[in-house]
């Protein structure tokens, strides 16, 4: 099977950097074109040198990280230092790492990347905001002829809003490029809140990474134990919601979720619902289906494929 071509644009956050791991431990079904960052949970410099320093822990310095944009497309940055830590990545420690950062702008990078590629070959997948790839379809629209498919976390319909009554964070951070991204016309596959919050890193999960025994597996512990402190009294439940690495999931083994081909429109205005994913479940508008939405997740299956893929880290460089 050939790999599939993959752009991943992330905001690392500690489920950016499992999704982060799960995607480099798997080269023989997805090819890593570049990995882009943007600002989200933490500023642009901390999310670009997260990126890096995941590199390096999966011994993967290789691989082309490249900065996008510092800030949404049209608003103020809004981060979560609160969930995340001031880091971004709270649960490891920090260090300079030896991952180059690309001198191109990510923007740049995903225009160049799709231009020369072949028709529908490229998949994009993102974990952050939006809008590093909306600025890229704003600015070069014929990008989107080599895209394959848009995967992203982002988005909310049963669960409700995890930064405002209303909004999942990502879609929120950059409602305009979300807007952007849903009307693009190319296939859209999203991961909402529906089903990340299905998805619990309860103690006994993580336990079983952290036997791996590796440092991509003491790394994955040490985050998602990080995590776990503020989403679990949140949330009221054990363990915390792995929302990003739920895009590679689908990627590598897709029978693990429920779909229904929906229309998702933005709101780009309202005060009161700004970021609010207006899932049209039950086809009552004409508007047009643009969207695979996610609704239910085999949460032991997926930990069973994380866990069993993680374990290929046994020999890091
Ligand atoms: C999303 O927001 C961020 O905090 C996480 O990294 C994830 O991408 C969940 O709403
Ligand atoms: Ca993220």
Redesign the pocket.
Known sequence: MTPRKVILD???????AVALFLAMSSPSELDILGITTVA??VPLELTQRNARMICDIAGQSNLAVYAGCARPMQRDPIT?EA??GNTGIDGIDVFEPQTRLQEQHAVDFIIAALLAADEHSITLVA??PLTNIGTAIRQQPSILDSVEEIVL??G?MREGG??SPSA???IL?DPDAADIVFKCGRPITAMG?DV?HKVLSTRKRVSRIEALGHPVAKATAGMLSFFHRHDSKKYGSEGT?L??PCTVAYLLQPELFEFKECNVSVETESELTLGHTAVDFWHVTDRPLNCSWAYEVDADGFFELLTNRLARFANPA
Do not use: Y
């Open positions: 992330c905001d690392p956050g500690q489920d950016d989200g949970n979560a969930i995340h974990t952050g976390m982002g909310t995890n930064r999942e964070f990502n951070v809140l990340s919601p929302h990003d």
